[in-house]
Structures are given as structure tokens and as C-alpha cells.
């Protein structure tokens, strides 16, 4: 079993920033993919940002790429979402997730473990 434990959501203006923070813990040598997600208020979990623990591979949603940037600390089992330029429609519950393959893949399905998410709020 792998957890996830989010940090960093809160309040912010919009045009502000935010960084995230998911430390795992547990049997982290099994993925290879962690990953962040977004769900807003009545509509679906959707992909945000992924990075893969062997080379640093990222991918992005096009909405937010240019203004957000995943990164992690692989010594500290960390995974981080720098969140720049926020606009309202940021607004969600973000949901750091850990996928056991090596390929980045975007599907909510692929991932095995979820964090209990942290909310973001954009206001304008």
C-alpha cells in the first residue's frame, strides 16, 4: 500500500500562486508516476499534472501548462505543484495520486492511490 498526504491548498486572489505538497509514504518503491488531479464542484476528476520518478518526465494538461510546473524530491518521497497565474476556474479539490506504471498516463483509472485531497480556492 502506498499513502498520499496533501498539503498547501487554501485562499488565494486570482493571478496569485500556490504551491502543493504530497509526501508518500508506505511501499513507494512500487510507483513510478505520481500525479496530480482536480475534481470542481459537480464534474469530473480530471488530469492536471504527472511526473515519473525514473528521468523526470512530466505532462500536462493544456490548461494549465505554461503556468503550473510539477516537480519532485524523490529523496523525500515528495511531490510538488507550483501553481502560478491562478484564475477562478482553478477552484477544485486537488487530488495527489501515485500510478505504478512507468509510463505517464493521464486516466483517472491508472492510478491506484489517492490522496484525501486539499482544497484550492481562487477568488476574484
Known amino acids: 500500500q502506498v499513502q498520499l498526504v496533501e498539503s498547501g491548498g487554501g485562499l488565494v486572489q486570482a493571478g496569485g500562486s500556490l504551491r502543493l505538497s504530497c509526501v508518500a509514504s508506505?511501499?513507494?518503491?512500487?510507483?513510478?508516476?505520481l500525479g496530480w488531479f482536480r475534481q470542481a464542484p459537480g464534474k469530473e476528476r480530471d488530469f492536471v499534472a504527472a511526473?515519473?520518478?525514473?528521468?523526470?518526465?512530466?505532462k500536462y494538461a493544456d490548461s494549465v501548462k505554461g503556468r503550473f510546473t510539477i516537480s519532485s524530491d524523490d529523496a523525500k518521497n515528495t511531490v510538488y505543484l507550483e501553481m502560478t497565474s491562478l484564475r477562478r476556474e482553478d477552484t477544485a479539490v486537488y487530488y495527489c495520486a501515485a500510478d505504478p506504471s512507468l509510463i505517464i498516463r493521464t486516466s483517472r483509472a491508472a492510478y491506484d492511490y489517492w490522496g484525501q485531497g486539499t482544497q484550492v480556492t481562487v477568488s476574484s
Open positions: 511526473v515519473s520518478s525514473r528521468g523526470g518526465r512530466t
Open positions: 508506505g511501499r513507494t518503491a512500487s510507483v513510478y508516476t
